[in-house]
């Protein structure tokens, strides 16, 4: 972590003053992680037939995964995105700035006999710095299965052109949005090459976020969480969304005494963005908890009701709010990550629900079978 910030200021942050939407384009934008994380933190996979697992670990401002990169396997940690379609490390080349004063060596491509480079150009943007390499070829290693031939660009610069960027050292992005072929053909989504190596017992993911609620994350490729009954869930219908993935439609909302019915309304879900609403309703959720509030009001704060995806989602105020400590760790107060669209919003997408949401489910996702599966925790 960054010295002398604790982990609840460093969440804080991000959800509150920097986290933005994150669109799948080649310049989409996202936060950096922060700081540094103890590999030794995170747990051997199990490994079933099809089914391969990893833990997810919390580091305040993103959730992380470790992955491994080419032969013989370098284990890399990376931010687990599921707006972004690609894979993208730092390369242990890299000698700009930010690369040199991170704590983290990169991919280090020369160490791996399978590293091929494609010496195809490509750039990305990531919340307020660029990504410059090549796109290139290496096998990928994720809970226990191996992708050979996987596409990533290798970045040997990364070179800061925003003010905001967060950086306390940073290994890569692991993006699970499925992307489409017509993206760029010569650089698949990991997705897309794990689904069409057919090695996944069934093909979707899931995904628990480590909380309160859950206690450890944790990634599952191939089939849903322990103990998911899906017969059960709440099932929510995805409908194509340009450029964007696990995107839902919006059809009311509620709270207190506000309601409020919408069409050709979406919803979009990301792991580490605030909870954005239309502006009025952030404001009416602000105006009527307070910001920040005692943690004893949130058994008397009103339920917010989203009708989407065909069902309707409650949220009480345990569920939509965060607790932190104050400096000193005397008492906690809390705060609801709730920001306008009009000011935070992708320009897209109506309500973009982030880690405040979904820390509350176990959540599946199948795009094959164009849903989003909700089981509450």
Known sequence: MLPGIPPSYLRLLSTLLYAQPTIATPLGEHLFKTGEVNSAQGQQPLIQDGVFRTPILDIGVYHVVTIGMGHPSQPIQVVLDIQEPRLFLQSALCTTELCTHSPHPGFDEAASDSFVSSQQAYRLAFSGAWFIGNISDDTLAIGGVDIPHQSFLDAREVTLVAWYAIYGGFDGVLGLAPGTEDTNPQFPSPWRTLVSGERLHRNIFSIVLPSRFSGDGELILGDVSDGFDEEASTQLKLVEAEDRAWVTSLESMSFGEEDE???????????????????????????????????????????????????EVRLD??????????????????????????????????????????ERFRVVFAPEESLIMLERL
């Open 317 to 358: 105020g345990f569920d939509y709010s965060v607790e932190m400590e104050e400096p000193g760790g005397e008492k906690s107060v809390c705060v609801v990550p709730v920001r306008p669209s009009d000011d935070w919003g992708d320009g897209l997408s109506t309500v973009i629900l982030g880690r405040t949401f979904l």
């Open 261 to 311: 019915k919408f069409e050709d309304a979406t919803v979009l879900f990301q792991l580490d963005s605030p909870m954005v609403l239309p502006s009025r309703w952030a404001q009416a959720i602000v105006d009527t908890v307070g910001m920040p509030f005692d943690c004893e009001k949130r058994k008397d704060l009103p339920v917010l009701k989203l009708g989407m995806g065909g069902t």
